[in-house]
């Protein structure tokens, strides 16, 4: 039998309906916060990834799915929405519109050739906003305090939010002297991945999953101690409208995030609760006040998160929070025969433009186990449909959870079942 690819999963029963109720929820969100939404292509040209998520991060590195097209490009399956956003606001010229700044939302798979386990897929989904124009603070907080909201308004309540800063171009700079100072007599201690970090990246040794533990990590020097005025200032401002926002949060300098493009505030927002397992990082971003002029565009500080739904779903089920009804079936039509199968169709179909969830048998079952259907399908209200119903349009309905029965005139149907239906 074929097989899902390695890393993917299928979507259906239970696990559909998150998923739709979801995507709903972003959308109300990202119209209460007045973001744009905005799609990309699922492949771009390889280069805009090199460029854009760094040729020294992880994930150019070992996890792009690269091929080459027919027409010998070199094209990428996109492994984040933030480099294919940014390619966006530059190619359709955001940068020169009148209302600044240009605050946008994104939803759509990504693809990482990682290893995969629990919570980390070959295919998965992101929710992220990037917004470009402004470098004033406000907006970091405001970008952080977004996952947040939405954790929030599900219910979870065991998150944690991580803050850190990596400064400016000149801070950054001092700490990567400080850091290869710090790390050169140590180099042969450190994983392999570490040595050629050290050679290209140094920040990222810091970011190693595997010596993470090691105390020459513990000891390494803190980005925070080498921000610059501007820098400084920038940070000490996000933490007060966080806290002017009541959004609980807490510097933790070990975050430095596994992508190149991050200047001043990174973030990361987990799931503090125990026994989540090691993927436990829902969402996170930063500020990228380079990345829009080294993809080419006029220089544009921007800043921007993204969200992973299935790590949330799965931080959901943790908590033992439902978000989706059982069933929403308001009314079940049984046709006593095939002889009332247009008569039964035409009410279907009359009822679902009415705004109706409806549904039918379509499989001729007899009496008895059509009610045991309706049960299972959660259906509020059941219709039978005979010969004496179709000679005079007058429809006994069953409620089917008190089980009385009523006569309706097909006419006044829907208006009764506005009236008992309620529809949110
Ligand atoms: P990221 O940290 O690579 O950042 O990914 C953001 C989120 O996507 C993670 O916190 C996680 O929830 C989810 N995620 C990442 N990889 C996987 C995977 N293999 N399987 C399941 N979920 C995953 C970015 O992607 C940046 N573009 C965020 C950003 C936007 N920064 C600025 N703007």
Redo the contacts with the bound molecule.
């Keep these: 039998m074929i097989q899902k690819p390695k890393g993917t999963y299928d979507v259906f029963g239970e696990y559909g309906k998150k998923i739709l109720y979801l995507e709903d929820l972003l959308q109300v969100l990202m119209e209460k916060y007045n973001y744009e939404f905005v799609r990309t292509p699922i492949f771009e040209s390889s280069e805009l990834f090199h460029r854009g998520v760094g040729e020294t991060s992880d994930?150019v590195t070992k996890e792009t799915y690269d091929f080459i097209d027919r027409g010998e490009r070199n094209v990428t399956l996109r492994p984040?929405?933030?480099a294919g956003v940014v390619r966006s606001f530059i190619e359709n010229k955001m940068y020169g519109r009148a209302s600044q700044p240009v605050k946008t939302w994104y939803y759509g798979p990504?693809y990482?050739y990682?290893r995969p386990q629990s919570?980390?897929?070959?295919e998965?989904y992101?929710f992220?906003v990037?917004v470009f124009g402004t470098e004033n603070p406000l907006m970091d907080a405001e970008v952080i305090s977004i996952p947040v909201r939405f954790y929030q308004l599900l219910g979870l309540k065991n998150i944690k939010v991580n803050i850190n800063s990596l400064g400016d171009s000149e801070s950054r700079e001092n700490y990567r002297k400080a850091l290869i100072e710090y790390f050169e007599p140590h180099i042969n201690e450190l994983c392999e991945d570490c040595k050629n970090r050290f050679e290209k990246n140094p920040l990222r040794i810091l970011d190693c999953k595997i010596d993470a533990k090691n105390p020459i990590m513990e000891n390494a020097p803190k980005m925070i101690d080498y921000l610059n005025e501007t820098s400084r200032e920038h940070f000490n401002k996000v933490q007060e409208y966080l806290k002017a926002m009541n959004i609980d949060f807490v510097v933790n300098p070990k975050i430095v995030?596994?992508?190149d493009y991050y200047t001043h505030t990174v973030f990361?927002v987990e799931a503090s609760v125990e026994g989540f397992g090691s993927q436990n990082?829902?969402?996170?971003?930063?500020r990228?006040n380079n990345l829009v002029s080294s993809i080419g565009g006029p220089a544009t500080p921007g800043?921007?998160?993204?969200?992973?739904l299935?790590?949330l779903i799965t931080a959901l089920d943790f908590e033992k929070i439902n978000i989706v009804e059982e069933n929403n079936l308001d009314i079940y039509i049984i046709p006593m025969s095939i002889n009332e199968t247009n008569y039964s169709i035409n009410l279907l179909d009359t009822l679902r433009m009415n705004g109706f969830n409806c549904d039918m048998d379509y499989l001729n079952r007899n009496l008895k186990s059509n009610f045991k259907q309706s049960e299972r399908l959660g259906a509020k209200y059941i219709i039978i449909i005979g010969e004496e119903e179709i000679n005079t349009d007058v429809l006994t309905i069953k409620n089917n959870i008190t089980k009385e029965e009523q006569k309706i005139h097909k006419e006044d149907l829907i208006e009764f079942f506005d009236k008992n239906i309620s529809h949110e």
Excluded at 119 to 122: A, E, L, S
Excluded at 281 to 286: E, I, K, T, Y
């Design positions: 994930i984040e929405g933030t990504m990482r990682e919570g980390r897929f070959r998965f992101q992220g990037e995030r596994g992508l990361e990082v829902l969402g996170a971003g930063g990228y800043v921007g998160f993204a969200l992973g299935e790590r």
